[in-house]
């Protein structure tokens, strides 16, 4: 396991001076930028790999791509691990799932997220009167994306 997040709970911050270039083109977003950058550091990562619950640090800048190569499960000349890793985040509005840099989601994805979904909230101490979001609609232009599934309340879902 890599040095930027440990298995269910805790994980540590590493200074990055990376460049993300490969991981911006298809994401299409700037990392650079302070928006992007803000909303980063506004939520907490997760990825379920080989059925375990990755957190990573709190506060961290950077993208999943970035988190996964920190790991050393990829790299941006060989990112296969981004179409099929069940990965999202959370933060005080929810927690969002998906996969790919499309963020989708498929039957596969839901079912790894919901035989997962407990450990999360136990592990991050979400509350459960949170929603769970699936997929996220790309916009061109800087700012929220849409969701695109609402699942409900996690307290309906356990």
Known sequence: MGETSKRLIKGYSLSLDMDEKAYDQRYGIDSSSSNVKSFHASRRMFAIKDNTLYLASEKVTYSHA??????CWMNSKE????????????DSTGVYFYKG????????CEKEMFSNLA??????SINTDTHLFGGKIKQKNEGEW??????GPINRLL
């Open 66 to 71: 970035k988190w996964f190569e920190l790991e």
């Open 79 to 90: 990112d296969s691990l981004m179409t099929t890793l069940t990965r999202g985040y959370f």
């Open 101 to 108: 840099y499309d963020f989708i989601i498929d039957e596969a």
């Open 119 to 124: 450990t999360l909230v136990n592990a991050a």
């Open 146 to 151: 849409p969701n695109r599934k609402d699942y």
